[in-house]
């Protein structure tokens, strides 16, 4: 392939993508409103997601307390670790761990779910039978996965907290010390950011799953592409917009 | 006048009742630079069904899909009902396709839901009563034989059936046009006679307009020499080997119109590609 040729490919891809993305929210605004698809999605994705976000919350925040404590002991400042454990988990490693387990998990199956649709025809059939696509399936799915994104990442914070703490006791901080210090070292705007990036990581897992499904060509061994790209591309755009949100955050707020 | 005001509900009369359900002029798509129809004119009354013969890949079913809206065309104007249609805003294309039911090429039926699902599809997006939803429902499987399928998924389905369940589908908001694109594809030849016979009985006892896609001569030839008996519920040959005079056969050529007429105009055709597709 030409090199002309590759990139108006690709200029392309971003113009349809954007025109997806912006079609998708400006549909939230415009009837008909797609209730029972919207409770299914939010079902599938958030209830369904909880015991992944539970297990890695859980686990990252107790290996996070234990390499912590463990390097932190050298300089006699343990008691630290419930604020170093709160911040990592709330700022970066809560929203961030979440986004990427979702996009594994959602990303991947709307990109499978719409690509067979597309490629057997579905997304023209209902076309065909007067039901937009981009209402019907694209926009209930990027807004119940942006809104359960969030009440996950909360879950997520919140288990990591626990993990840590349950670890640290372990290693012989006291508790109250433990959460008291996890507390006390959050402020607003840790707990803003903490919330705004489920937002933008849940925007870009749904509108990314839904736009490599929809664009689907090449029957069966399309769909298994389609998928592959649309973890890769929201995986990276996860961590990619991550730098740039507490780039952003730093810039306002100074921390 | 707004858009809006000019389309009706299903029940109503739709578009200017004089103007021919389907027009092409001067219709052209290509893709990725390869032009697949160039030029395409033609029109179709209404009641009149069209039968497009040509070989696999010749843009037959890029037609009908350019004919329901789902693809635009890189130059010239489709009408329906007297109605440019790439004209309209999207949204009122979706209240539009109401007026037109559509058979997909390998059914295309939604794998989740049940056969009363999908056939009442368009109806339940509608927001149509309960009750009426089941009658119509059953109606549009009594006509394509499928009553015991209601509950049935489109996987437990033989090809053959999927098709009957794809035209209950387009039928049940009795649409005033149809598009087959090829019904009878992939099906063996007891099966296709009935998936023929099923659409001949649309176009009989309802004199639907229909623009019908195939590659199998068979088809078209059963289609125009054959009629619908409702009383016997069987199709029978029109008397003295007449022909039916709402149909007539179009065949495509690298995406050029190559012959428009009646079945008798074609088997009198001197061109010799068509002496050679007809052999």
């Known amino acids: 392939m030409e090199i002309g040729e590759f990139l108006r490919e690709k200029v392309l891809a971003v113009q349809d993508y954007s025109l997806l993305s912006w079609t998708a929210i400006a549909n939230m605004f415009r009837r008909p409103f797609y209730w029972a698809d919207l409770y299914t999605q939010a079902d599938l994705i958030g209830f369904g997601s909880v015991p992944i976000v539970i297990l890695t919350g859980f686990f990252t925040g107790g290996v996070l307390a234990l390499n912590s404590a463990t390097t932190l002991a050298q300089f006699g400042a343990k008691a630290v670790t419930g604020e170093l454990v709160s911040l990592s988990m709330v700022k970066e490693l809560g929203p961030v761990l979440t986004g990427l387990m979702v996009s594994g998990r959602n990303a991947s199956g709307m990109a499978s779910e719409l690509g067979s649709m597309q490629v057997t025809e579905q997304i023209d059939a209902m076309r065909a039978l007067g039901v937009d696509p981009l209402k019907k399936l694209v926009t209930p799915r990027v807004l119940s996965t942006i809104v359960m994104l969030v009440f996950l990442t909360i879950i997520s914070d919140s288990l990591g907290v626990a993990g840590g703490g349950w670890i640290s006791s372990g290693l012989g901080i006291n508790a109250s010390q433990y959460f008291h210090m996890a507390y006390q070292t959050l402020e607003y705007p840790d707990i803003l950011e903490g919330l705004v990036k489920p937002l933008i990581f849940g925007f870009i897992i749904a509108t990314i799953g839904c736009y490599f499904g929809m664009s689907t060509r090449g029957g069966t061994q399309g769909v298994g592409r389609s998928t592959t790209q649309a973890v890769v591309y929201s995986s990276v755009l996860i961590v990619f917009s991550d730098f740039l949100i507490s780039r952003l955050t730093i810039g306002i707020f100074g921390r | ?279």
């Open chain 2, 1 to 279: 006048m707004s858009t809006t005001e000019t389309v009706p509900a299903p029940d109503q009369a739709i578009g200017d009742p004089t103007a021919p359900v389907v027009s092409f002029e001067h219709v052209s798509i290509g893709f990725d630079g390869h032009p697949v129809l160039l030029d395409i004119n033609f029109q179709a009354r209404s009641g009149e069904m069209v039968i497009v013969l040509g070989p696999a890949g010749g843009g037959k079913s890029v037609l009908l899909k350019l004919a329901n809206g789902l693809l635009p065309p890189d130059a010239g104007r489709i009408r329906l009902f007297g109605m440019n249609i790439q004209t309209l805003p999207q949204d009122e294309l979706f209240t539009f396709r109401r007026h037109i039911g559509m058979v997909f090429q390998e059914s295309a039926l939604f794998d989740s839901l049940s056969v009363r699902d999908n056939v009442s599809y368009r109806l339940i997006e509608e927001r149509d009563n309960q009750e009426d939803i089941d009658r119509r429902v059953l109606e549009c499987l009594r006509f394509v034989e499928l009553e015991e399928a209601i509950d049935k998924f489109p996987p437990e389905l033989s090809g053959g059936m999927k098709r009957r369940v794809a035209i209950a589908r387009a039928i049940i908001t009795q649409p005033s046009l149809l598009l087959y694109d090829s019904p009878t594809g992939g099906l063996d030849p007891i099966t296709s006679t009935t998936i023929i016979e099923l659409v001949m009985k649309q176009r009989d006892v309802y004199e639907s307009t229909a623009l019908l896609v195939t590659h199998r001569l068979q088809d078209a030839f059963t289609l125009a020499t054959h009629r619908f008996n409702l009383k016997e519920n069987r199709m029978e040959r029109i008397e003295n080997d007449g022909i039916d005079p709402n149909t007539t056969i179009m065949v495509l050529k690298q995406g050029r119109i190559a012959f428009t007429g009646s079945l008798v105009d074609l088997l009198r055709s001197k061109d010799p590609y068509i002496q050679e597709y007809l052999a």
